[in-house]
């Protein structure tokens, strides 16, 4: 068997060092509108590189992909907060129409998900009659980690995967909290956010 891999092994690393290329780097992006420049390469299979308005568009409801940005030489990662991107909760991914231009920044709120923690402008839902925040992020599938004005968050996602983690291979929740800080940055995994107060 190792024979075989042997014979392939300078094509495969060759394709693997591809891999961290995009052929759409220099052209413009599938709306015509821009050149472009990001491009989500982790979560995304297969994906074009897009501008700016098409990445956020795209990952709307996809906000915990690890997004890429050119940089002339080299992509950096850049994230859905980074880039202006807000999760609207309650109208399908949309902006709620009873939203005050005094409300519409949104509030920062740190989740945690199965490929790392994430930091996002989450804007709630405003309707008369609407549930409350903690409850809308329950919608969301985020369990929140308080019911006051809640700060961070975990997603259902990751909620799982640490229950199937812990039943199968007995692995305690610091490791395992642990191996998403490096998931995030593991040149410095101690500067990972466990909640937004800890970024002030």
Excluded at 149 to 173: G, Q, R, Y
Aim: hydrophobic share 35%.
């Amino acid at each position: 068997m190792m024979a075989i891999f042997a014979a392939c092994l300078r094509a495969l690393q060759s394709a693997i060092f591809a891999s961290y290329h995009h052929e759409d780097i220099g052209k413009n992006c599938r709306c015509g509108l821009d050149g472009v420049k990001y491009w989500c390469r982790d979560d995304c299979f297969n994906a074009p590189m897009l501008c700016k308005t098409c990445i956020l568009d795209t990952h709307r409801h996809l906000p915990f992909h690890r997004l890429q940005e050119w940089q002339g030489t080299h992509f950096s990662i850049t994230t859905f907060l980074e880039l202006g991107g807000t999760v609207f909760l309650g109208h399908q991914g949309q902006r709620c129409p009873n939203l005050s231009n005094s409300l519409s920044q949104g509030r920062p709120i740190v989740i945690t998900h199965s490929n790392g923690i994430h930091t996002l402008r989450i804007q709630y839902c405003h309707c008369q009659g609407a549930p409350s925040e903690p409850l809308q992020l329950t919608r969301a599938r985020l369990f929140p980690a308080t019911v006051t004005k809640p700060e961070s968050a975990f997603s259902f996602a990751v909620l799982k995967d640490f229950h199937i983690h812990n039943l199968t291979s007995k692995k305690p929740l610091y490791d395992y909290f642990d191996a998403l800080r490096r998931l995030t940055n593991n040149v410095f995994p101690q500067n990972v956010p466990v909640s937004f107060s800890a970024l002030s």
